[in-house]
């Protein structure tokens, strides 16, 4: 059959099974029949993100939001994917790239906590400590749960700014998340 829907349909259960080439593959047919079928582009941005091609995966997102702006899924996975590239880049020591791509992701997603914990992680690298400030603030607004990471770049960025009562006030908050304890309590420690 010539139709989008079996192409977009197989490519569901092709990544079901654990083929997410081929199901890329069958995602790209469908869109071949039908260049404005939404569904088919986001299922290729989170085929491409499975696969950390997060450029792709970015390319694709955008091209399910031209065809349906509101299209959910899609916002957030232009999100996570814009969140994966700005700590790629932020590794790589490109702070403005990465501060560029974590912005994108707040764009795309204005929910999206993770995207503001990188931004604060890559403000904090490039020496930016009020806007890591705001950013781990708004990851936190945004967080039901394990909000450390957040805290934890607050408080480096007060330490730097050598606002020691507010770093203490932040690592503190960061303790109680078990992934930051080990680091808030030693950033506590050097802080005496």
């Keep these: 059959e010539k139709h989008q829907y079996y192409y977009y349909q197989r490519g569901i259960a092709l990544r079901k099974t654990g083929k997410e080439t081929d199901a890329i ?3 790209k047919a469908a869109v071949a029949i ?7 582009y986001n299922a290729l941005g989170s085929g491409y993100f499975k696969l950390k091609d997060y450029n792709q995966a970015i390319t694709y997102y955008e091209k399910a939001l031209v065809e349906k702006p509101n299209l959910g899924p899609a916002k957030k996975g232009l999100a ?30 204005p929910k999206y ?25 708004n990851a936190i607004k945004r967080m039901k749960t394990k909000k450390g990471a957040a805290y934890f770049e607050i408080g480096l960025a007060h330490r730097n700014l050598g606002d020691t ?11 109680k998340d078990p992934t930051y304890a080990r680091s808030a309590k030693y950033e506590l420690d050097q802080l005496k």
């Design 165 to 175: 009562n507010a770093a203490v006030k932040a690592f503190n908050q960061a303790k």
């Design 113 to 137: 906590a993770t995207a503001y914990v990188v931004l604060a992680q890559s403000y904090n690298k490039a020496s930016k400590y009020e806007q890591a400030i705001e950013a781990g603030n």
């Design 34 to 40: 039908a260049p404005k079928f939404a569904p088919a």
């Design 80 to 109: 996570a994917a814009n969140t994966a590239l700005a700590a790629e880049k932020a590794k790589a020591g490109d702070l403005e790239g990465a501060i560029a791509s974590a912005l994108k992701a707040v764009e795309a997603d």
């Design 25 to 27: 593959e069958s995602f």
